[in-house]
């Protein structure tokens, strides 16, 4: 770009478009007040929102989503609904890309039957929570997998009067699930489960309250996982 005036000019020689400004060169003694060189075109910005999304409400009284895991076209969302009556059944929901559905999933627990956590992906896919079969209890671990085609019910262990889990992360052979069990002295302390593939068992895991101690949260894998205390 060459600005000149009474035979003496200034030559642009460069623009900056990051500022909107040009780099110039004088051939003369005189100067040029002003120099304007076009700005460069912002960029739209958009301002991100929540939208609420329509899912079915399979019970006529409550329906309680706890956990969701998942992204793009394959998110997993987990509870329980209840009818109006004293009994609780599962609750698991799908998002394809486009809508939400309810996929049939085990209620072992004739009175209570409760999910709390989620995790995975394809054809790999755990849900964890507690069933019991009466308003007085025992409570039990209650662990599911998706295999692709059905969820089903695999065994979990139990310790103390009561047990029960709230999270789970992992996949494959290395999946963790924690929560807690109530010890006979009546106090709370941390559950952690770990399945290897095949089967689920218990890890020792650490309790720093003198009374109540439960796990709920838990994430990573191999031999780096945390897990989520409160007491």
Not at 22 to 28: G, K, L
Not at 49 to 59: A, D, E, L, Q
Not at 65 to 89: F, H, P, R
Request: aromatic share 8%; glycine share 14%.
């Amino acid at each position: 770009m060459t600005l000149s005036k009474g035979g003496r000019y200034l030559t642009a020689i460069g623009y900056n478009a990051d500022v909107g400004t040009a780099n110039i060169t004088a051939s003369a003694s005189s100067t040029i007040s002003q120099v304007i060189a076009p700005l460069p075109t912002p960029t739209p910005t958009c301002t991100p929102s929540w939208v609420v999304g329509n899912s079915p409400n399979v019970g006529t009284n409550t329906n309680n989503v706890s956990a969701v895991a998942g992204s793009g076209n394959d998110v997993w969302a987990v509870g329980e609904y209840n009818t109006g009556d004293l009994a609780w059944q599962t609750l698991i929901m799908h998002w394809n890309g486009g809508a939400w559905s309810v996929v049939p999933s085990p209620n072992p627990g004739a009175f209570l039957n409760l999910l709390e956590g989620v995790s995975g992906s394809g054809n790999d896919v755990w849900a964890v929570g507690l069933y019991n079969n009466s308003q007085t209890g025992p409570d039990h671990t209650l662990t599911l997998h998706w295999n692709g085609s059905t969820w089903s019910q695999v065994a979990s262990p139990n310790l103390g009067t009561n047990s029960a889990l709230y999270a789970v992360t992992g996949s494959g052979n290395d999946v963790w699930a924690v929560g807690l069990y109530v010890s006979g002295s009546g106090f709370l302390q941390t559950l952690t489960l770990h399945w290897n593939g095949s089967t689920w068992s218990v890890v020792p895991s650490p309790n720093v309250g003198t009374q109540d101690n439960r796990l709920i949260g838990v994430s990573g894998g191999g031999n780096d996982v945390c897990i989520c205390l409160a007491v």
